[in-house]
Structures are given as structure tokens and as C-alpha cells.
């Protein structure tokens, strides 16, 4: 787990992101120290676990939450901050895999993961700088079609109307690109400042009463009636157990690390813009994401700077030089950019499944995790932690429909998942250009 945790940051700093230079930090919390006990124990400060806490707290649970750097260090505080009112995979293939009314219920989930984002942000009065719309951009002619249909399925069978198809008049006309020929656009949904939103979610866990301690990775944990966590400082004994580590995981718990795996992703920012330039890359402000396997996203900041997304490694360790890393995607879909400076690239570890859909399970009657948002993470993992929250007070429903949806083990087992997987994104990747 250190290699993970330590391979490519300094331990309890946050990241040289735009992040991290635009959102004020909180006051450390302490490290654990000594012998605890609490009704809840979380592992990992991001939206789940801040989430699941903050929840938890206000239900009346004493809780105790752990991270190994910061609140917010991890994913939660370097993506993409694209959040929308959907499954990772479509709807069309959700009925394919777990039947209509499973399917029917995942939208439902999926739906208030979107209005948990809003309703947190207005009742702790966070500063998530929220701006509407996302656009899907397909990269292929022939990908159209599909995008067409997905919104006529969408409108007709889950009453989507904020959902529109774009043609490629349209879709240039908001994404002027010639790499793109059409797609579609989700008025709903949008994208935040994803640090400043798990600092307020930190801030009000806090300030409901959980307790928070930073620098604190977890070393083991003994299941039993009341599970023991344990750090180099100290122990917490708890009632029940919530592992939110999602790419940080380890071999914490190698059931779920056999179903849930790291992945790198990358992000730069770009000088701030002139209000001509920013229209001239997205002419709405929306968000867009387009139909590559290995996804480009991109958006532009509150200070007009494009912030781009895209690009993957498998190993810890990030790129040198992430910044041309990223850069060469960036100018794949907007070349006259080449002379643009680059102020800031970052990267950040997620974790992926092999059905891109969430990992939520009961591990034992007392232990949760909850993770494997394969990029798809800022709203349903905020809604995960709710989920697990009611799942411990005992309405465990929603978390139940997200149980059944079936999590392959990685092939290859713990040894070989990464070449495994290095080898099979490398042939999405050349299926990309084709």
C-alpha cells in the first residue's frame, strides 16, 4: 500500500494542482494517537468517506474517520469535477445485465447521487462554483447513430427531456473541434470544483462531530465482533467498518482488491484565457467528455483556464513530465493551442472494475466497501457514502440494488491484473484511432 500512497507525492501535502491553488485548505487534523473506540471507523477522506461520515453523524453514530494524507488528497481533490445523473454504463446495457427493474432502480440511484451533490452544497453552504451542462462528443462518424438512439431511449423510456442530440452543426457550434462529429448534450448535469467540495464536506463531518485524523494509514485490520484498525500511532476498535479507499486500497482487503484496481489519470491546466479564446473551446461552459475508450474530458475553470483531461498509465509511478503528457491530447482537439502556456499538470490514482460499475458490498455483517467508480466517481461516490451510512442504520435497499450488480474479479488475480490490463488498454487505444 506505501508504494501507492507515496510513490509520486509527499506525504500529507496535497498535489501542485489548479486545485489545490484555488481552494483553501483546512486546519490539519491530528494523527491518531493512542487507543480509540467509536461506532463507525472510516477509512479514506474522500467524497465516500466524508460523505458516509457526515451522514453517519447526524444520524447520532459516533464516528472516526482515517486518511493517510488529507482530507480530500486523493481522486476526491484532482478529477475532473464532471458530475451528472447517471450510471457509468447506459441504461441500455443495465437492462442487458441486471434486468429492467434492477436497471430502473441504478437510474433512480444515479439520480440522486446528482441531487446529493446540490442538496450537501446548499445545507453546508459550499462553495462548489457548480456550472450546468455536459456534452458527449463522439470521435467517430459512426458513433452518431448510437448517440442518437441513446437520446431517443432516454427521452422515451426514463422521460429524459433535459437530454438533447447534437448533430455535428450543433455539436461544433458548442465544441468547435474538427475532431468530433455530433454527440449529445445533458442540461442537467455539469461540473464543480471538486477539492472545494470535499474540503466542505470535511469541514461540515467536523463540525457534526466526527472524528478526523490525518496522516494516519492504516496498517492492518483484525475483523471480529468489533474490528481493530490499526496505524503506527494507534488503534480504533468500532462496531463497523467502512473501507472508502477506492484506488488507495491496497491489499487491505485482497477480496475487494481482487475486484477493484488503480488506474493513473492525468489533468493540466492552461494559462487563464481570454473570454474569445474559452468560447472558441466551449462555447457554453459546459463540460465535455467524448466517445474514446481512453476518455479526453475537459472544462473550463471559474478564471477562463481549460482544464484537460486525458490519458492513462498502470504502473505507480506518474509520468516525468506530465504536463506534454497530457498536452499532446489537449492538442489533438484544439491545435491552435500549441502556443498556450501550461501552468499546471497533475496526476491522480482512481480505481476501476471490470464492468465499470461501482463496488459496493457487505464483506461481513460489520465491514463495507464501497469504491471502483471507474472514472465516474464525483456524485455516486458521495451517494455511496450515503448509501453505506443508511446501509449501518439499517436500510440497506439502495446499497443492496448496487450489491447485485455483478463485479468480476480482474484477470490475471493480484500478480498479473496490471499487465493484463496494460495490455488490453493498449488495444482500446489503437482501436481508438481506427
Request: charged share 25%; aromatic share 10%.
Amino acid at each position: 500500500m506505501a508504494s501507492v500512497l507515496y510513490a509520486n507525492d509527499e506525504k500529507g501535502e496535497y498535489p501542485a494542482s489548479y486545485y489545490a491553488a484555488t481552494a483553501s485548505a483546512l486546519e490539519r487534523f491530528p494523527e491518531l494517537s493512542g487507543e480509540h473506540s467509536c461506532d463507525v471507523a472510516i477509512i479514506g477522506g474522500g467524497f465516500s468517506g466524508l460523505s458516509a461520515a457526515l451522514t453517519l453523524a447526524e444520524k447520532g453514530f459516533d464516528v472516526a474517520l482515517l486518511d493517510a494524507h488529507r482530507v480530500g488528497w486523493g481522486a476526491s481533490g484532482r478529477n475532473g469535477g464532471q458530475i451528472d445523473g447517471s450510471q457509468r454504463q447506459g441504461q441500455e446495457e443495465l437492462e442487458d445485465l441486471v434486468g429492467r427493474e434492477d436497471a430502473r432502480k441504478l437510474w433512480d440511484i444515479a439520480q440522486r447521487s446528482l441531487a446529493c451533490i446540490h442538496d450537501l452544497a446548499k445545507k453546508h453552504n459550499i462553495d462548489y462554483e457548480f456550472q450546468a451542462g455536459s456534452v458527449h462528443a463522439d470521435h467517430r462518424r459512426r458513433f452518431v447513430k448510437h448517440s442518437q438512439e441513446h437520446v431517443e431511449f432516454m427521452r422515451s423510456q426514463y422521460d429524459c427531456d433535459w437530454m438533447e442530440f447534437l448533430d455535428e452543426e450543433r455539436l461544433r457550434a458548442l465544441v468547435p473541434s474538427k475532431a468530433y462529429f455530433g454527440g449529445y448534450i445533458d442540461k442537467q448535469a455539469g461540473h464543480i470544483h471538486p477539492l472545494k467540495f470535499a474540503l466542505g464536506l470535511a469541514k461540515a463531518a467536523a463540525s457534526a462531530g466526527v472524528n478526523i485524523f490525518e496522516q494516519s494509514e492504516v496498517t492492518e485490520i483484525v475483523d471480529g465482533q468489533r474490528p481493530k484498525v490499526k496505524t503506527a500511532g494507534g488503534t480504533i476498535n468500532c462496531d463497523h467498518l467502512i473501507l472508502a479507499c477506492n484506488g488507495y486500497l491496497g491489499h487491505l482487503d485482497k477480496y475487494t482488491a481482487r475486484r477493484v484496481m488503480p488506474i493513473n489519470n492525468y489533468i493540466l491546466a492552461t494559462e487563464p484565457l481570454s473570454e474569445e479564446t474559452a468560447k472558441s473551446l466551449i462555447a457554453n461552459n459546459a463540460a465535455v467528455s467524448d466517445s474514446k475508450f481512453v476518455i479526453n474530458y475537459y472544462r473550463l475553470s471559474k478564471d477562463r483556464r481549460l482544464l484537460f483531461g486525458g490519458r492513462e498509465s498502470y504502473r505507480y509511478t506518474f509520468p516525468r513530465d506530465i504536463k506534454s503528457f497530457v498536452r499532446k491530447a489537449m492538442l489533438s482537439i484544439y491545435p491552435h493551442l500549441s502556443q498556450t502556456r501550461i501552468d499546471y499538470g497533475w496526476g491522480g490514482t482512481l480505481a476501476i472494475t471490470m464492468s465499470r460499475m461501482p463496488f459496493l458490498n457487505f464483506l461481513k455483517p460489520n465491514k463495507l466497501a464501497i469504491g471502483g467508480y471507474s472514472g465516474h466517481g464525483v456524485a455516486m461516490a458521495t451517494f455511496a457514502g450515503q448509501m453505506a451510512a443508511e446501509a449501518i442504520s439499517g436500510n440497506a435497499e439502495q446499497f443492496d440494488v448496487m450489491s447485485r450488480v455483478p463485479t468480476p474479479k480482474m484477470p490475471g488475480g493480484l500478480a498479473l491484473r496490471v499487465p493484463l490490463l496494460s495490455l488490453a488498454m493498449f488495444y482500446y487505444s489503437m482501436r481508438d484511432k481506427i
